[in-house]
Nanobody
Framework: QVQLVESGGGLVQAGGSLRLSCAAS????????MGWFRQAPGKERVFVAA????????SYADSVKGRFTISRDNAKNTLYLQMDSLKPEDTAVYYC?????????????????WGQGTLVTVSS
């Protein structure tokens, strides 16, 4: 099974950018669909984006379309989330996720492995 460690969170002003990374250990990283979720204070964890292991299928939440870009480097066992035009409502703990299926849409209802999370705070 893959293990996930996020990094790159921090404090940024509204309109700014931030890039999150998720380092995966284990030789099977390239066989997993990978994704990002977030959990704002007092709210449930919600889906943000996902990418298939071949990088040919992507899925985004409507709230981040056009602002966030998910990508992965299978040679480096790393998942990324480029976040641009950040808004205060993007403030949350961001979690890396993995699932052993091919379609990123499945990640909206089934996650097999979670990271520990990284905090993103967007100030107004």
């Amino acid at each position: 099974q893959v293990q996930l460690v996020e990094s790159g969170g921090g404090l940024v002003q509204a309109g700014g950018s931030l890039r999150l990374s998720c380092a995966a250990s284990g030789r099977t990283f390239s066989s997993y669909t990978m994704g990002w979720f977030r959990q704002a204070p007092g709210k449930e964890r919600v889906f943000v984006a996902a990418i298939s292991w071949r990088r040919d299928m992507l899925s985004y939440a409507d709230s981040v379309k056009g602002r966030f870009t998910i990508s992965r480097d299978n040679a480096k066992n790393t998942l990324y989330l480029q976040m641009d035009s950040l808004k205060p409502e993007d403030t949350a703990v961001y979690y890396c996720a993995a699932g052993g299926y091919s379609d990123p849409e499945f990640m909206k209802r089934d996650v097999e492995v979670w990271g520990q999370g990284t905090l993103v705070t967007v100030s107004s």
